[in-house]
């Protein structure tokens, strides 16, 4: 018996009272229904089973299974993201003195961009938020659906390297392939010797028209080509990033600051 014909089962007898409710709570267990079996002795306390119809009841059931699925969904992809930040859209500041369009903002929160695969570009001074922006917008694509992961951009270049020694580099370049979306936190801080610039290409290469990529830095993106110094390898890169980006910057003092002055 599939699932489907299992839930009718259960409704059907529940109706009937020809299935005690132990019965019940036991099959619900094993079939794995941990949403609605906690709304169906939630029911049974508050008797309001008696007060739907069998429509009524069966909608409330799945309806909570479906409920507990997708909150249990979005927990674990959250937890894989690993943010540096719990930060959310709703506790983003609009003010002027931070340069954000909230129009952009509100169109970049239905993560279309991810869809397009396009990448967002976040620059800005040290503390202006950029890495809470980016851990906002990629919570926001957790709640859509998206598989997202968020590196600090020094430690993920440390790790790729270890990774070349102990053989598992590819493997560690595929799982990142596979992500709809990559966060790239503090971009640009760490000097970018020959094997961090084909290591950043390899990344940008794979994601290149098939994924969306979120950067943040301090340093303006009109010094990144600098930062890589290699000229061949910062063209094919910095293609590959900028021409299908969203920029926003940051501005303003430091966040970081005003917060010590008001607790002062």
Avoid at 178 to 195: N, R, V, Y
Wanted: charged content about 30%.
């Amino acid at each position: 018996m599939n699932i489907t014909n299992e839930y009718k089962s259960i409704i059907y007898k529940l109706k009937t009272n020809q299935m005690s409710t132990t019965a019940t709570i036991t099959k619900m267990k094993e079939l794995r229904l941990q949403g609605m079996r906690k709304s169906f002795e939630t029911s049974l306390e508050t008797n309001a089973m008696e007060n739907m119809t069998q429509d009524e009841f069966i909608s409330y059931l799945v309806q909570s299974e479906w409920e507990y699925r997708q909150n249990k969904r979005l927990q674990q992809s959250l937890y894989n993201a690993k943010f540096r930040y719990n930060a959310s859209m709703e506790e983003l500041s609009y003010n002027q003195e931070r340069n954000i369009n909230k129009n952009m903002i509100m169109r970049l929160a239905d993560s279309s961009y991810i869809e397009k695969k396009e990448n967002i570009i976040i620059t800005g001074s040290t503390g202006v938020g950029k890495s809470f922006f980016a851990s906002a917008l990629g919570h926001q694509a957790c709640i859509k659906g998206f598989k997202v992961i968020y590196y600090n951009t020094a430690k993920l270049f440390t790790k790729l390297k270890m990774a070349k020694g102990d053989g598992t580099y590819m493997k560690e370049l595929n799982r990142i392939e596979k992500q709809d979306l990559l966060i790239l936190d503090d971009f640009g801080l760490q000097p970018m010797d020959q094997q961090i610039r084909l290591s950043l290409l390899e990344i940008m290469e794979d994601r290149h028209g098939k994924r969306s990529t979120i950067i943040s830095s301090q340093i303006p993106v009109n010094k990144w080509h600098d930062l890589l110094e290699e000229k061949t390898i910062a063209d094919a890169i910095l293609d590959r990033i900028v021409h299908t980006s969203h920029r926003i910057e940051l501005k303003g003092e430091s966040l970081r600051k005003n917060k010590i002055t008001k607790i002062v």
